[in-house]
T-cell receptor, first 112, second 117 residues
C-alpha cells in the first residue's frame, strides 16, 4: 500500500532573493543547534551551527538566529542560488553525546 | 581526506531476512552514529558507537543492533526484516568527543538504501 509521508513544507524563492527557513524546536534543554542541507541522493551536509548561549551566528551567505524564549531557530540564506535547492533540516543536541534530533525538514526550491 | 563511506549503497531484501550494513568513518574519527530516514518518520537516531562501545541508543526495537571495530569502522544489523524497515540508513562520523555534553560536528555518508519486499 501507499505509505503516508511527512508533509514537507516547501519554500519557493526567486534566484538572487534571500531565503528564510524557520524551525521550532521542542527541547528547552538543548544546547547545540545545527542546520543541515540534504540534496537528493546524498546524506545531510553541515551548514552552520549555534550554541544556546548565542542568538546569532554568521557564515558564508548564511545566518542562523536562535530565539530561546519561543524556541525558534531560523536559517537565512543570502542571494539564493539554484545550487541551494535542497531539503533543509534543523537539528538539536541536548547532551547525549552525538545524538541529534532532527526536525521534519523544509524543501527549498530556487526558481531561476 | 576521504569522506564517510557506506556499503552497500543499495540493498533489496525480503521480509524475515537479516541485513548487515557497513560504515567506514573519516580517518581519525572515533565516533560513529547511525540514523534511519523514512518518508513517514524523517530522520531518527538509532545508536552511537565510540571506542567500540555503544554509548547512546535511540528508540528502536532490539532487532536493530550495531558494533564498532578497533579501527572505528562500524556495522549495523537488522534481523527479521519488516516492510517498515525500508529506509535510507545513514552513518555519521565525528572526532572524539569524550563527554556527553561535548558535541562535535558530524559528517554524514551517502547512506544505504534498503528495500524490504
Amino acid at each position: 500500500g501507499e505509505s503516508v509521508g511527512l508533509h514537507l513544507p516547501t519554500l519557493s524563492v526567486q534566484e538572487g532573493d534571500n531565503s528564510i527557513i524557520n524551525c521550532a524546536y521542542s527541547n528547552s534543554a538543548s544546547d547545540y543547534f545545527i542546520w543541515y542541507k540534504q540534496e537528493s541522493g546524498k546524506g545531510p551536509q553541515f551548514i552552520i551551527d549555534i550554541r544556546s548561549n548565542m542568538d546569532k551566528r554568521q557564515g558564508q551567505r548564511v545566518t542562523v538566529l536562535l530565539n530561546k524564549t519561543v524556541k525558534h531557530l531560523s536559517l537565512q540564506i543570502a542571494a539564493t542560488q539554484p545550487g541551494d535547492s535542497a531539503v533543509y533540516f534543523c537539528a538539536e543536541n541536548s547532551g547525549g553525546y552525538q545524538k541529534v534530533t532532527f526536525g521534519i525538514g523544509t524543501k527549498l526550491q530556487v526558481i531561476p | 581526506k576521504a569522506g564517510v563511506t557506506q556499503t552497500p549503497r543499495y540493498l533489496i531484501k525480503t521480509r524475515g531476512q537479516q541485513v548487515t550494513l557497513s560504515c567506514s568513518p573519516i580517518s581519525g574519527h572515533r565516533s560513529v552514529s547511525w540514523y534511519q530516514q523514512t518518508p513517514g518518520q524523517g530522520l531518527q537516531f538509532l545508536f552511537e558507537y565510540f571506542s567500540e562501545t555503544q554509548r547512546n541508543k535511540g528508540n528502536f526495537p532490539g532487532r536493530f543492533s550495531g558494533r564498532q571495530f578497533s579501527n572505528s569502522r562500524s556495522e549495523m544489523n537488522v534481523s527479521t526484516l519488516e516492510l517498515g524497515d525500508s529506509a535510507l540508513y545513514l552513518c555519521a562520523s565525528s572526532p572524539a568527543a569524550t563527554g556527553p555534553s561535548s558535541y562535535n560536528e558530524q559528517f554524514f555518508g551517502p547512506g544505504t538504501r534498503l528495500t524490504v519486499l
